[in-house]
């Protein structure tokens, strides 16, 4: 086997982009001052349109096992994926909240897929994206096969469940708990879904877009911490 992953050939449309958004700032905050000194700053924000077939090389394998076995659960083939980007010579695979432990499972035990590592699970906040606000983005690693993938969740704001995949990946376990701790999604079905990082009874999900970046008074085992606004001048 190769050290180097085996990179197919793209077809020359998968990684076009779109412009989406132009954010301001390092965080974009909107209700409160920003106190990280990047107010200024002003960029592009951009994704991946969905990819048509062929998505080249081995990734049309991948598409192609995953719908065979999604199957077999009775889920109809156009109902496997919301959508298919492909960009920078990698495939993710959007797929609804409801068949993403059908999907996992199978990238774990079918022969053709064998991905038998999940690098864990990140959340993204996208605010501008109405109703599918939180997505959950789950690095995949296949080492008899030697390919990686991602498979991405989006859920929205009003209704942040997505089930737990632990049982399948083990390894994800302090993954969702920190997703969850960050973001503020609901791992259905975690044996014990707690904060990891932040204290128990912490208000909110810090790493959210609209989390404010200053004026919050810290408080932890009875100390309290002023709020970086307060104790030491941005201007």
């Known amino acids: 086997m190769s050290n180097e992953q085996n990179v197919p050939v793209v077809p020359e449309n998968a990684a076009l982009l779109q412009t989406v958004v132009t954010k301001q700032g390092m965080f974009s905050p909107s209700a409160v001052g920003d106190t990280s000194g990047f107010g200024g700053l002003v960029e592009r924000f951009e994704l991946s349109p969905a990819a048509t077939r ?67 699970v990140n959340g993204v906040h996208y605010p501008f994206e109405s109703g599918r606000e939180l997505h959950a983005v789950y690095p995949l690693q296949s080492i008899t096969h030697n390919r990686r993938i991602r498979v991405e ?4 704001d009003a209704n942040p469940h997505i089930p737990s995949v632990v049982d399948i990946y083990p390894g994800n376990n302090w ?46 085992k009875g100390a309290t911490i002023p709020a970086p606004d307060k104790r030491r001048s941005y201007s």
């Not at 969740?153 to 929205?156: E, L, M, T």
């Not at 128990?200 to 970046?213: E, S, T, V």
Request: proline letters at 9%.
């Open 54 to 120: 062929p998505f080249g090389g081995w990734f049309d394998e991948v598409a192609d096992a995953i719908v065979a076995a999604a199957a077999a659960s009775n889920i109809p083939a156009e109902s496997v994926f919301e959508r298919v980007s492909v960009d920078r010579g990698e495939i993710t695979f959007f797929v609804p909240p409801a068949h993403l432990r059908v999907v996992m499972q199978a990238l774990r035990d079918e022969p053709a897929l064998k991905f038998e590592m999940c690098m864990g």
């Open 153 to 156: 969740v989006a859920v929205s």
């Open 175 to 220: 993954h969702e708990r920190e997703t969850w701790d960050f973001f503020g999604i609901v791992f259905d079905g975690h044996p014990g879904l707690t904060r990891i990082e932040m204290p128990d009874d912490w208000p909110g999900h810090p790493q959210r877009k609209d989390y404010p970046l200053g004026g919050i008074d810290v408080e932890y």
